[in-house]
Each structure stands twice: as C-alpha cells, then as structure tokens.
C-alpha cells in the first residue's frame, strides 16, 4: 500500500517504510533509565512542556524539508576527511547503501525529535540510536562495511552544527514570521540535543570511573 | 601581594589564589589528546577565530559578574536534590569549604572559556575538569567529603541551562547593545561548551565499546 505525502505528514514520518527503524518495538534496544529517572534529567536542564510545545512547533515547519536539513549537515560532514571516514567503506569509497538508509533514518530522527512523546519507547530508542554508534552496533542494521564506531567526542563537537541557529533558523522561517517564536523553536531543539547526547553516552561509559549506574 | 581588582581583570583571573587552580601547572592532568587533534574537533563544531573574537568579548562582560553568574547557576542546582547531592557531605550537609573553592574555580572556567587560548595547556585542564567530576579525582582537591562522582549525564544535561541565552544575555546586555554581536558571544559560547564536554567525557569513557581512543 503506497502512502501519501499527506498521510505520512498526519503520521509525522518520512517514509512509509524506514530501513532498520526499530522505534518501538522489541528489537529496540531498551533504556539503562526510566522514564521516572529522565524526568529528573529534564529537570536539570530545564526542559518543560514550553520546550516540547516549541519542538511541535519546529516539527510543523521542519516536515517537507528534512531531506534538504540532512543534506546540508551531511555535506559538512563530507567536507571533513575525519568526518567523512565513518560513513565510507572499507576500500574508502562512499557506501551508498549505507547512506541512503541511515539518512532516511536521520531524517526520521528530525521528526521524532520534535513529534514523540519522550516516553520509554523514545528512551529505549535513543539507547538504540547511541548504540549504532558504536562497535556493539555499528554497521550491523545495514550490513554496512565502515569504519567500526564513531568516537563519541566528534557526535558530541558535530552536535554544535545540529545545534546551530544560523542553520536552523531559515528552516523555521519559510512557516513562520515570529522572531521570538522562532528563537523558542530553536532553545527547545538545543535543550533536547542536550539531553540526548547525555543519553547517548551510556554504551560509551565505563563503569570503573563513573560507578553506580553510569 | 595583594592583588588589585584591576591588576587580576587585567590577567583575567577571578582572584589572586584560587586553591586547587593548577592551570598550566605539572599538577594538572594531561589530556588524551594533542592541540592538532583539537583542530579537527574544533572544524567539526565548526568553531573558527571568528568564535574566539567573540569570546573575548564575552568574557569582558562576564568580569567582575562571575560570582554573580555561578551563584544564578548554583541556585539553579541547590533547588534539584538529584543535583544538589553532588556538593553535600555524607551527613547530608552543605560542605561550605567545598562549596567556596570549587566555586572560585567555577568561577575563573567562566574567564578561562572566554580567554584562554585553546592550546594544550587548556587541553590538559580540560582532562583535570573532567576527572575533577569522576571517582579518580572528585573530592580529593579539597579534601571533600561528598558524592564519589557526578554522573556524566547530570552534567551534559545541565550543560543546556549553562548554554542557556535566557540566562546568559542579560549579562552581555550589560556591556553591549547590539544585539546581533550579543547573539555571536552566545553562539560562541555554547560552541565552546559543546567541544568542552567532548573533551569531559574522556575519563568516562569505556575503550571497549568505543575502541581506538575514546
């Protein structure tokens, strides 16, 4: 059954089908926290439903255009030989492949961003999307033959261009004329890449400097 | 000697000792990794000299307000118990000595962000700020006798509240009135704060799940 653009806008998904998007199901990875325990993480960077009122917000204008925000980071990932080398083959050269489905998947990634609930679904998901990330899962959901992980270091320093208003911005203003609503849209999209990349560190820890849980 | 308060405004230093402070020092931590490594991190953030420049003058604004700006973050922490309990005793109490020092060094991270040149002595400090948060180090600079770590998490999290603009642009508003070189102090700053929890997440790091280096 082939979907329309508009149902697929109603659903907030890209594509009818993602490769390798397990949102939600048991192939998930699950959660090292609760949803009782992310909440005190929202707390501690002031993330409230203003923030996910904003995020719905920047979803709206976002939709239709995730495609073209992909691109745009992706060629400033290309442009950079240290950045590059995570999404090549062994050989060096451009895995298409891989490309293609992890980009759907990012794309996904905007959307859900700014639409889902962050419930234990959404928590078991980061863990999965951080686990991807690394040597446990790297490569494995696309049959990918690329570099083995990606070092948390450069996720974490890349998050200031995912982050950066000069880019985000125009996005939200081809729907919307409000400057301050604007700058909302983008406070509530940083603090959640916040709290993301503190999500995605869990597989990265080690227990025997941060003991208790990580 | 006593140092007058525009003799330290000229070296950017918060006070004349700052105990615990061993910037540049053989007592500071080395960092896992070298200045020509921090230039690729620095290119993924896409921080530039641009950035630099308007760290500068961010931090102009910040002189003589640091005390003024932790305070507003502290305050920020004492009101959470999941994050207040990182600075209390084991008896529950507030530890006033523990408090005063790390908070003068809190304090002088506020100048050294916006001042310092990002060489390999920074480098090294950086390590030292991160280990200061994990069991190897926490505690021991001023024989405190409080929690054994603060999680990764708590800090990336709390991260969106000390990057918060809201919080932030009052203080360049003091000093400056355009508001667009306000907003590019900002932007400076939070990029900054992006590559320095890079570097914070060495010591937490686990070389099993992300092999390489970290």
Known sequence: MEMHTQQLNELHMVAAEIPGYTYGSDES???PITVEEFELL???ARFTTDDVHWLRAAGEAFMGHTQELVKTWRDLISAQPHLRKYGLDLDGNKDERYA???GLRFQQWILDTCFRDYDQDWLNYQQEIALRHTTLEKN????AR????IHLRYIIAF???????????PFFR?????EEKIERMHQAWT???WLQIALWTAPYTNANEAPNEW
Do not use: F
Request: aromatic share 2%.
């Open 29 to 31: 990875a699950q959660s």
């Open 42 to 44: 929202k707390q501690a």
């Open 100 to 102: 293609e489905r992890s």
């Open 140 to 143: 494995k959901t696309d049959e």
């Open 146 to 149: 690329s570099a083995p992980t």
């Open 159 to 169: 998050m200031a261009v995912v982050a950066d208003p000069n880019l985000l911005k």
């Open 174 to 178: 081809r729907k919307y004329h409000d």
């Open 191 to 193: 603090k959640s890449l």
